[in-house]
């Protein structure tokens, strides 16, 4: 095995120093990118970058080769458009509602309605009106959702921070609970979320930045994701 094969990043959970310690999702997307090595490069926007360390840890050893070839398709993914974060966070809690425990149901409940009232606004609807994805995940948990309903009318209508912190936990609660679910099939369901939310991305970025990547870039990730397993 030559130096270069001994420096390929392995993905593994948490952060880590350098390729040789091996490299979370986001750390593998900076060293693809041709970034300085982090979890939080700049080629990825910072709420799709949250969900993809989140489920890059909360995945098992096993399934974790998986995410590999997923982590080209999130390089130069940083669109601006204000929908981004509430689309994303919606996607994310529509994948876990119906699985999570009842507390954290009620949490997830709460910050889809909040995002789905800046939706809202942002399409010039009613702010009590809900996109049809939303509708029926929020239908299925009756009672999270009876309960979230009186709590954000009582709330700030505002929700100022909802973009910095009440996404990020939104999104992190919900693959935790994916994780903890009792479902026999956790990490199918991690890997579906985020390609979901990586789906939700492009759909803000313009078509030009859509080009499949490199044929050479994605001939490496094939090789290393098989040296990974």
């Known amino acids: 095995m030559d130096n270069h094969e001994l420096a390929v990043p392995v993905l593994s959970r948490g952060k880590h120093r350098n390729p040789r310690k091996g490299a979370c999702f986001m750390e593998f997307a900076s060293y693809l990118a041709g970034e300085p090595w982090s979890d939080h490069p700049s080629c990825t926007h910072p709420l799709l970058a949250g969900v993809a360390r989140d489920v890059n840890d909360c995945t098992t050893d096993a399934g974790r080769a998986r995410l590999a070839p997923l982590i080209p398709s999130v390089i130069g993914l940083t669109p601006d458009d204000p929908h981004v974060v509430p689309r994303v966070t919606a996607r994310c809690i529509h994948h876990a509602l119906p699985?999570?425990?009842?507390?954290?149901?009620?949490?997830?409940?709460v910050a889809l309605l909040v995002g789905e009232r800046h939706l809202a606004a942002l399409d010039g609807r009613p702010l009590d009106s809900l996109e049809e994805a939303s509708q029926a995940a929020l239908d299925a948990v009756p009672a999270a959702t009876k309960w979230a309903r009186t709590f954000t009318a009582r709330a700030h209508r505002g929700h100022p921070?909802?973009?910095?912190?009440?996404?990020?936990?939104?999104?992190?609660?919900?693959?935790e609970g994916i994780s903890q679910a009792c479902v026999t099939n956790p990490d199918e369901r991690l890997f579906n979320l985020l390609t979901a939310a990586i789906d939700e991305c492009k759909v803000w970025m313009p078509a030009s930045f859509l080009a499949p990547p490199p044929q050479?870039?994605?001939?490496?990730?094939?090789?290393d994701s098989v040296r990974i397993r």
């Open 99 to 109: 699985v999570v425990s009842q507390e954290r149901q009620y949490i997830l409940a």
């Open 216 to 223: 050479a870039q994605a001939e490496e990730v094939r090789r």
């Open 161 to 175: 921070d909802f973009a910095r912190r009440t996404a990020p936990r939104a999104v992190s609660c919900a693959v």
